[in-house]
């Protein structure tokens, strides 16, 4: 098989795509790490740790982490839905509908998390 | 009906390699009259009839049942008789031998691989007592065959592993069709032989090969959905892994099924 | 050449092959068995097989019934022993595959459910969705799989039997992979092969229907029994041959002409749409020469209308039909009428048998369609035959392997001597040959023109002759061949030219026969002799290959109790 086997069928792209948005989840975690680091280390690094974050490159770079946290996050509850069968009695619901759900459960946690912190 | 296309003659370009004059395989260009009810094995049967006897494929049922006639068209596996050449707008139309498999000739591949994999997850009825004849048939719920039925209608065909890039970079791998088979019968509620299939299931190249690239299930033309198989059967193995060491003997069959 | 010993070959894994070959293997563990099939197992024909598989299952049901239908729809030409054995073993193979796995549909307490199918006088046909016969094969080929005693030759094309001393002892096989010659004896052959539809130009069969064990078995000497038979079902889709099943009849679909009407209701006032098949596709003829049908590209044609039953049970019970009505000719039956017509479907003759599927050939043993024993007779009724691949593999397995049992070590080096001939004989004749200008494509169309004509549905003396003749002139231009490809491996054209070879051989048997029998019976209409002869008949016609060409004789029809009697339906 060539290397460049992804490149034949879009599908293949969009897996090689979700493989690859790990990279990024996992580099945001590595920084998030990194802070709590910070944290510990005292007021002053953490502080000269957020500023740097301000620069216009990690801005982008937490954009592009973003984006591709969402569509590894999305594309997990799509793929979920197919492994998992939920019954309802007899009937076997539609898995757009098992997606539907958790992603909706997803959504109304993260915002009660958010609303949580920027309240708190 | 569909969209016709309406043309006269089709032009196509097929994998030609006879081992006793090829030292590998190449093209040959074919232009055929058509009709918008042909399928694209009606073309191969034509170039084979008239125009080039030593053209060789495989197909029998002209159905969509038997599994023969698999091919890749324009680089997507297909059963030959149940692909039309009127949704191909796009001249030449190519036709290769299935990938991931050894070529034999033109466009025969070589299967015995996947023979091998079915026989080794023992698809089959295994129980640990029989039940006489006499005693009549396992009585069987409308739900209970609903569980296990689509992964039965697997026609051996391939394609699945023709789209399977963890197949076609790790041959061990066990595979969509037979992990789907072999999953199958694990479901059944007439089954007892979980543990037996379990060694090939799970091992090393079995289940846990699988990167969930889905590709099986989207040329899958029977609906088997191979793709959630193996990834049912990894929860299933990992649930019941999880009970052998909570609750030693865990493993029924709705365990089996991996969540809900 | 190489040369493999086994205790017993078959040849062929359909539902009749793999059954005989576990049944064997049941019966004495210690046989070495090879399953010799120019396909994988799960290729066979079978494989196509939609609509279910007939047993007494249901208290309703009786062993009588089942026996008194099945002899009705032969037209009295059953042998009626063994239709009693039949039915009477039917219910336990059904068990059997069951336990075996096949995933029958279940009614709501769990057993098996049954559906109503034509000529059967209630609902006793057993199956799986409507794609009983995949599910039976794959069943059965899995099951196959556990035992270690069972070898496969996979994609080996048997060209001719062996047999010394008047007993068969082995085929000679090519390997048409390995592209080579392979001598492979045994105590006993069991001949598994299927059909020969392809004979004709519009069938339900695929491309492996060849007729070959008919074929090889006729050369071998060994008489056919019953081939002027050719079953029609009515009910195909117009240019590709594709079969709608009679499940979608069974489930309660019309038959409509293009006036709109129920003809069927003229033909047969009681079953209606449920009549014998032979009843059916004539009855469409005549619409057709009445003018009350609709005219196609692939000639006429009548509708099956389904769209009554609703989207739910044509999805739940009939999802095949749906599915290859979409694709094969773009109508939805849930809203679309579907185009059917008359199609070759089934050879009610064969290779003559006993009840054990014993030929009169020593140690030569048929099962299946390329059997005739027979329960089918003048018509086979739908769903009969998946359980006679069942009923009949079975007792044949069992009693091979009760004779290779007594039967003493094959000489293999004289049989050597017989496959090196044969080597030759095909190498010669086709793989070395040097140009003729016959191409197969134009022989076969020839052939399947003049079946169409002369042995179609109806028939008459005068077209039979015509038949008769123009497959004699084949014989001879098949001499002059063009020549083919050479190359060893994988070489598709050699295995057709030997196909047509045997079709040609198999074709020229219906014709004789059908020009021999002079009355109407079951599938065989002569518009000559439109009644059916009781005075003369029920006889079967054996033929038999000789050098001055076929001899014909009469075998009396075996009658237990149901007496010949008008068939109407
Ligand atoms: C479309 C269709 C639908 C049907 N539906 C029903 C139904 O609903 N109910 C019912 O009862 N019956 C049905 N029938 C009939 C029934 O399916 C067949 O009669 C039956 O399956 C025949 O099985 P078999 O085992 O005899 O042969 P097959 O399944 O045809 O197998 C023949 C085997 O012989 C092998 N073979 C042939 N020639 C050679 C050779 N020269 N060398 C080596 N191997 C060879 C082939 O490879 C194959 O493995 C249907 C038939 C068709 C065509
Ligand atoms: S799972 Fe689907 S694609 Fe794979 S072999 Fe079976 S039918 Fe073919
Ligand atoms: S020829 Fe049988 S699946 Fe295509």
């Not at chain 2, 498999?101 to 129980?127: C, E, G, N, Q, S």
């Not at chain 3, 050479?486 to 295995?495: A, D, H, I, P, S």
Request: proline letters at 4%; hydrophobic letters at 40%.
């Amino acid at each position: 098989m060539r290397a460049t086997w992804w490149l034949r069928n879009p599908r293949y792209f969009l897996f090689m795509v979700r493989e690859f948005s790990s990279v990024f989840v996992a580099a945001f975690l590595v920084l998030f790490l990194l802070q709590i680091r910070g944290l510990r280390a005292g007021a002053e690094v953490y502080q000269e740790y957020l500023e740097r974050l301000h620069e216009p490159g990690w801005i982008a770079f937490h954009a592009v982490a973003f984006l591709f946290a969402m569509y590894h996050s999305l594309t997990w509850f799509d793929l979920t839905s197919k492994i998992q069968v939920v019954r309802l009695g007899r009937t076997v619901v539609n898995r757009r509908i098992v997606a539907g759900l958790n992603i909706l459960a997803w959504l109304v946690v993260s915002g009660g998390i958010f609303l949580y912190w920027t309240r708190g | 009906m569909k969209a016709s296309t309406s043309r006269s003659t089709i032009k196509l370009e097929v994998t030609r390699y006879r081992p006793s004059v090829d030292s590998e395989p190449h093209d040959q260009s074919y232009e055929i009259p058509c009709t918008d009810d042909m399928v694209v094995l009606d073309a191969l049967n034509y170039i084979k009839d008239r125009v080039d006897g030593t053209l060789s494929f495989r197909w029998s049922c002209h159905m969509g049942v038997c599994g023969s006639c698999g091919v890749m068209v324009n680089g997507q596996p297909k059963l030959s008789c149940a692909i039309f050449l009127r949704d191909y707008k796009r001249e030449p139309i190519h036709i290769e031998p299935l990938t991931n498999f050894p070529i034999i000739r033109d466009l025969v591949t070589d299967i015995t691989d996947f023979m091998t994999k079915l026989k080794a997850v023992k698809p089959w009825i295994i129980r640990k007592k029989e039940k006489p004849l006499s005693e009549g048939e396992y009585r069987q719920s409308a739900e209970e065959l609903e569980r296990y039925h689509q992964f039965s209608g697997c026609i051996n065909c391939m394609l699945c592993y023709s789209a399977c890039p963890v197949y076609g970079l790790h041959p061990g791998f066990l595979g969509p069709a037979a992990a789907a088979l072999a999953y199958r019968y694990n479901l059944d509620s007439r089954d007892q032989g979980n543990d037996e299939r379990q060694p090939a299931i799970a091992s090393q190249e079995g289940i846990w090969e699988c990167t969930f690239v889905g590709e099986c299930t989207v040329v899958c033309p029977k609906d088997v959905d191979p793709a959630a198989a193996l990834q049912r059967s990894k929860v299933a193995t990992a649930q019941s892994l999880l009970g052998s060491f909570i609750l030693p003997r865990a493993s029924g069959k709705s365990a089996t099924e991996g969540s809900s | 050449m190489d040369q493999i010993q086994h205790d017993i070959i078959l040849v062929g894994g359909g539902a009749a092959g793999l059954r005989a070959a576990i049944a064997a293997l049941e019966e004495t563990p210690r046989l070495s068995v090879a399953l010799v099939s120019k396909v994988y197992p799960m290729r066979s024909h079978t494989v196509s097989a939609e609509g279910g598989s007939a047993a007494v299952v249901r208290d309703y049901d009786s062993l009588e019934l089942h026996a008194r239908d099945t002899v009705k729809g032969s037209d009295f030409l059953a042998d009626q022993d063994a239709v009693e054995a039949f039915v009477a073993e039917a219910p336990g193979e059904i068990v059997q595959i069951e336990h075996w796995g096949c995933p029958w549909s279940r009614d709501p307490d769990g057993r098996v459910s049954v559906r109503a199918f034509g000529g059967m006088s209630v609902k006793r046909t057993v199956y799986a969705s409507d794609k009983t016969g995949f599910h039976m094969l794959h069943a059965l080929f899995q099951t196959s799989l556990k035992y270690d005693q069972l070898t496969r030759d996979d994609e080996f094309f048997v060209t001719s039997l062996l047999g010394e001393d008047g007993a068969c002892r082995g085929v000679v096989a090519w390997d048409i992979r390995g592209g080579r010659f392979i001598c492979l004896v045994a105590r006993t052959v069991i001949l598994c092969t299927g059909g020969a539809g392809r004979i004709f130009p519009f069938t339900t069969n695929g491309a492996i229907k060849t007729g070959d064990g008919m074929a090889l078995a006729y050369r071998a000497g060994v008489p056919l029994k019953d081939m002027e038979f050719v079953q029609y079902h009515p009910t195909g889709l117009p240019g590709t041959g594709i079969l709608i099943t009679e499940a979608s009849r069974g489930e309660g679909g019309y038959l409509l002409n293009a006036k709109g009407d129920r003809f069927m209701s003229e033909y047969a006032p009681n079953k209606k749409e449920l009549a014998a098949r032979d009843v059916i596709s004539r009855a469409i003829v005549d619409e057709m020469q009445a003018g009350r049908t609709f005219d196609g590209p692939y000639g006429n044609y009548v509708h099956l209308d389904l769209r009554h039953l609703g989207e739910a049970a044509i999805n739940k019970k009939l999802p095949f039909v749906r599915e290859l009505t979409r694709n094969y000719v773009g109508l939805d039956p849930v809203v679309d009428p579907i185009p059917v017509r008359p199609v070759v479907h089934y050879m009610m003759g064969g290779v003559h048998t006993d009840m054990s599927g014993s030929t009169p050939l020593s140690g030569l043993y048929a099962a299946g369609e390329v059997a005739c024993v027979t329960i089918n007779g003048a018509n086979r009724l739908g769903s009969n035959s998946l359980t006679e691949c069942l009923v009949f593999g079975a007792r044949a397995g069992a009693a091979a392997a009760r004779y290779a049992a007594e039967a003493s070590q094959p000489r293999t080096e004289s049989l050597l001597q017989l496959a090196a001939q044969e080597e030759r004989r095909v190498r010669e004749k086709f793989l070395e040959r040097k140009g003729g200008k016959e191409r197969i494509v134009d022989l076969r169309e020839e052939m399947h023109r003049v079946m169409e004509s002369g042995a179609g549905i109806y028939r008459n003396e005068t077209d039979l002759k015509e038949t008769c003749r123009v497959l004699r002139d084949l014989r001879e231009k098949f001499d002059h061949l063009a020549s083919i490809d050479k190359e060893q491996v994988f070489n598709t054209e050699l295995t057709a030219v030997l196909e047509l070879d045997f079709m040609i051989d198999v074709a020229e048997t219906v014709a004789q026969s059908a020009l021999r029998r002079h009355e109407s019976r079951g599938s065989h209409a002569r518009t000559d002799y439109k009644e059916r002869d009781d005075s003369r008949h029920p006889n079967h016609f054996l033929v038999t290959h000789t050098p001055e060409g076929p001899r014909f004789d009469d075998l009396p029809v075996c009658i237990t109790r149901f007496q010949p009697e008008k068939r109407s339906y």
